[in-house]
């Protein structure tokens, strides 16, 4: 691996394809093997990258592709071959808003989660901190992506809705701590 700082910035080759989403977008795409990219941040696990003049988003599980230390999201499967809510709510912790170093589940963002075991579907209801956030398609896709990654998930369906409309009071304390508003 090459790596070059540059104002905290961080080039490295692509060691292998590298599935991405483009930002704010969400589009997926795949970084092709011998890429440059340049890692402009790294937040929650997951890396934001300038590659070919655009900003793509790199989720931590697929790091190694990159050289960087994968983020590994491991759960026992249950023996009845249904799905552990509580791996769900797991799985969400680990996804950051990309712009407050703090999970979803802490900010507030997850109303709420249901699982329809006959279909194997989890049913998820957010918001985002600011209805225009550009970012809203990306942490979406970031929902789905990891909370696919649950043993026994075969369909992950997320509705995001803006009411109630979210307010600092739903962070937890923790959350509120860690960013300063808590008083």
Do not use: H
Not at 78 to 85: F, L, P, V, Y
Not at 106 to 117: A, F, M, N, R
Not at 155 to 175: C, G, H, I, K, Y
């Amino acid at each position: 691996m090459s790596l070059v700082a540059s104002q905290n910035r961080k080039m490295v080759v692509a060691l292998r394809d590298c599935p991405a989403r483009l930002v704010p977008a969400g589009t997926k795409i795949i970084i092709p093997k011998d890429t440059f990219v340049t890692i402009t941040q790294d937040l929650g696990g997951n890396y934001t990258v300038a590659v070919n003049g655009n900003m793509a988003r790199v989720d931590g599980t697929d790091a190694g592709a990159l050289g960087l230390k994968a983020e590994e999201l491991e759960f026992e499967a249950s023996q009845d071959k249904t799905i552990n809510e509580e791996q769900v709510w797991q799985a969400l912790k680990t996804i950051y808003d990309p712009e407050i170093p703090v999970n979803l589940v802490d900010l507030g963002l997850i109303y709420s989660v249901k699982i329809e075991q006959s279909s194997k579907t989890v049913y998820i209801e957010m918001t985002l901190t600011a209805p225009g956030c550009g970012m809203g398609p990306v942490l979406v896709s970031d929902v789905k992506y990891r909370t696919s990654k649950v043993p026994n998930v075969e369909q992950v369906e997320v509705d995001l809705v803006f009411t109630p409309t979210w307010n600092r009071d739903m962070m937890s304390d923790e959350a509120k701590l860690e960013t300063g508003l808590f008083f």
